[in-house]
């Protein structure tokens, strides 16, 4: 079983900027598409980003695009977050998700598709 951590959460002000990671020991994730969904207090997780196994296909939800983006080191075995432009309506907890049930080229901000999920990562931005 894929086992995920995810790092880097933390407490920022409105308009800052924060790099979530994602990684995984014993297993390499080079033939995993990775999403990054959030999940706020009372609201159901959704997908904010996703990146394909071959780095060549992301999806974006409109409530990030020009603000956050996603990218992959394989030397590092790790999936990056970065996260600009913050504010309050961002607050959450972070899960990266990892699945093989897609073709190289795709990803999906779709959860039912990921089968394995790291323990999230706390963001709050607030003043």
């Known amino acids: 079983q894929l086992q995920l951590v995810e790092s880097g959460g933390g407490v920022v002000q409105p308009g800052g900027s924060l790099r979530l990671s994602c990684s995984a020991s014993?297993?390499?994730?080079?033939?995993?598409?990775i999403g990054w969904f959030r999940q706020a207090p009372g609201k159901e997780r959704e997908g904010v980003l996703c990146?394909?196994?071959?780095?060549?296909?992301?999806k974006y939800a409109d409530s990030v695009k020009g603000r956050f983006t996603i990218s992959r080191d394989n030397a590092k075995n790790t999936v990056y977050l970065q996260m600009n432009s913050l504010n309050p309506e961002d607050t959450a907890v972070y899960y990266c998700?990892?699945?093989?049930?897609?073709?190289?080229?795709?990803?999906?901000?779709?959860?039912?598709?990921?089968?394995?999920w790291g323990q999230g990562t706390q963001v709050t931005v607030s003043s």
């Open positions: 014993g297993v390499t994730l080079d033939s995993y598409a």
């Open positions: 990146i394909s196994s071959s780095g060549g296909g992301t």
């Open positions: 998700g990892a699945t093989r049930r897609l073709l190289f080229w795709q990803c999906s901000l779709e959860r039912v598709l990921f089968n394995s």
